[in-house]
């Protein structure tokens, strides 16, 4: 709760963003991006200060907050985990993000259902509803990922779309896209 409560202090502080009767504004800074998309709807990134948080929030075309994902980042800005909220901020989701040793390459996304905890009967450990699990070439090129879901009669698209990884940094990418 105190996490949720920094988050929601730190984009009052740092987020020139705000919802209209009549639709959605933004404007691009040093902690802010957005990303507008083909279909009306856009994408509001912010960013702590110190790079260490990372707020995804998804609108409509219509101005309505579709989805709030929170990543943690870790001092070279790769999201170690990350909680999804819906619109109506329910936490629906959260995610771990495992990283190679030797070079730093993700390996391993691992999603839980924040709503259903699902314990594994033979070690007592909580269970994902789906993991990605990523290979490289030798010329260090990431390849589809393997998808597992652990739902029965369930792909792990259907759980939650695509990955919830961030592939590009959207503060490394071009403004106001």
């Keep these: 709760m105190k996490f949720l409560r920094l988050a929601a202090i730190l984009a009052l502080c740092i987020l020139p963003v705000f919802s209209e009767e009549s639709g959605f504004k933004a404007v691009d800074g040093p902690n802010v ?15 702590s200060p110190d790079n260490r948080v990372l707020t995804k929030k998804t609108y409509t075309g219509n101005g309505a907050l579709f989805l709030v994902t929170i990543y943690r980042m870790d001092a070279h800005g790769n999201p170690m985990n990350c909680k999804i909220y819906d619109g109506q901020k329910t936490e629906m989701f959260k995610s771990r993000y495992g990283y190679r040793k030797t070079d730093g390459q993700l390996v391993e996304e691992q999603m839980f259902d924040s709503r259903v905890k699902r314990i594994d ?54 403004a106001g896209r």
């Excluded at 991006?33 to 960013?47: A, E």
Aim: proline residues 10%.
């Design 33 to 47: 991006r957005v990303m507008r998309h083909d279909d009306g709807s856009r994408t509001v990134f912010t960013r």
């Design 121 to 174: 009967p033979n070690t007592g450990e909580e269970m994902p509803v789906r993991r990605f699990i990523y290979t490289y070439d030798a010329l260090g090129n990431r390849s589809a990922p393997i998808s597992i879901t652990l739902i029965p009669g369930k792909t792990a698209e259907d759980v939650f779309g695509g990955p919830s990884v961030l592939d590009v940094n959207p503060f490394d990418a071009p």
